[in-house]
């Protein structure tokens, strides 16, 4: 059963960091394109970062400098360190393939304040 498991957020105050985990099972990471996404309150899922099968990777502009996406093949998981944290980062991250083929997961919340 293919899957993710999202892992590391918290409660952090702001200039923080934290580094987010989503270990895949039933599939490979280096196979497929994946991509973070994050859901603040009230509003919709979106994307954050991709990293592609080729190494290539891209945020959106709101962490651009901050947050950086990253795999470990050999334990077959996605990384994404967050620096530099600020309230306007919090929300659910997700992860899943590029291609959100996916069921959404429960997602790891990460909360910046003070």
């Known amino acids: 059963q293919a899957q993710v498991v999202e892992s590391g957020g918290g409660l952090v105050q702001p200039g923080g960091s934290l580094r987010l985990s989503c270990v895949a099972s039933g599939f490979n990471v280096s196979r497929y394109d994946m991509g973070w996404y994050r859901q603040a309150p009230g509003t919709q899922r979106d994307y954050v970062a991709l990293i592609l099968t080729a190494g290539i990777t891209k945020v959106t502009n709101s962490v651009k400098g901050r947050f950086t996406i990253s795999r470990d093949n050999a334990k077959n998981t996605v990384y994404l360190q967050m620096n530099s944290l600020t309230p306007e980062d919090t929300g659910v991250y997700y992860c899943?393939?590029?291609?959100?083929?996916?069921?959404w997961g429960q997602g790891t919340q990460v909360t910046v304040s003070s």
């Open positions: 899943n393939n590029w291609g959100r083929s996916l069921d």
